[in-house]
């Protein structure tokens, strides 16, 4: 069984950043894709950004050159990176991690961008 425990949300004005991390209870591994989605009120959870054990990058539309996904397998730990924030982006963020057949989520942290 994995936790993952999200932190790094807030309140930020547009145009401001924020850094999320999302760190594993346990040891992630290579195998392991990780990513990050959202979900505002009365919308369907989306994904945000993931990144697999080599590395490889996808982002949704809405955020591509905006946000960096990154991960340090060594600290357990998955970040996002979100510059350039807008009201659109106010959301709770969500950390999901794929290990073969498990799919595990965090509790989420709230971000809200004030125009």
């Known amino acids: 069984q994995v936790q993952l425990v999200e932190s790094g949300g807030g309140l930020v004005q547009a145009g401001g950043s924020l850094r999320l991390s999302c760190t594993a209870s346990?040891?992630?591994?290579?195998?392991?894709?990780m990513g990050w989605y959202r979900q505002a009120p009365g919308n369907k959870r989306e994904l945000v950004a993931g990144?697999?054990?080599?590395?490889?990058?996808n982002y949704a539309d809405s955020v591509k050159g905006r946000f960096t996904i990154s991960r340090d397998n060594a600290k357990n730990t998955v970040y996002l990176q979100m510059n350039s924030l807008k009201p659109e982006d106010t959301a709770a963020y969500y950390c999901?991690?794929?290990?073969?057949?498990?799919?595990?989520w965090g509790r989420g942290t709230q971000v809200t961008v004030s125009s």
């Open positions: 990144i697999t054990g080599g590395g490889r990058t």
């Open positions: 346990g040891s992630i591994f290579r195998i392991d894709i």
């Open positions: 999901n991690l794929i290990r073969g057949l498990s799919n595990y």
